[in-house]
């Protein structure tokens, strides 16, 4: 059974970073196309970056480019989600998002999902 567990979420005053983490365990030894969106109370989803399978691609929503990176981390399908000069439109709960077939774009969902992590940004 797959399993994806993300880390680092909290709070962060505006222009200051956080950083999140993410890692995909169990089912059949393979690597994962990986990536984050986000969801605000009374909002709906938000596609924040996605990172194929070598991570030789990557790809940022519109609010965040310029601003958050990912990147795979050494360990086999984990990446990392670099937060940086945060603002308070930032604040929701950040999912990490895996598929093993599909790439995680805007448009392209994967099959599997964390529990999401809280990330709050004071002004």
């Known amino acids: 059974q797959v399993q994806v567990v993300e880390s680092g979420g909290g709070l962060a005053q505006a222009g200051g970073s956080l950083r999140l983490s993410c890692a995909v365990s169990?089912?059949?030894?393979?690597?994962?196309?990986m990536g984050w969106f986000r969801q605000a109370p009374g909002k709906e989803r938000e596609f924040v970056a996605g990172i194929t399978w070598t991570g030789g691609s990557t790809d940022y929503g519109a609010a965040v480019k310029g601003r958050f990176s990912i990147s795979r981390a050494n360990a086999k399908n984990t990446v990392n989600l670099q937060m940086n000069s945060l603002k308070p439109e930032d604040t929701a709960v950040y999912y990490c998002?895996?598929?093993?077939?599909?790439?995680?774009?805007?448009?392209?969902?994967?099959?599997?999902w964390g529990q999401g992590t809280q990330v709050t940004v004071s002004s």
């Open positions: 998002n895996a598929d093993s077939v599909v790439p995680i774009t805007e448009s392209s969902l994967g099959d599997y």
């Open positions: 169990g089912g059949t030894p393979t690597t994962y196309a």
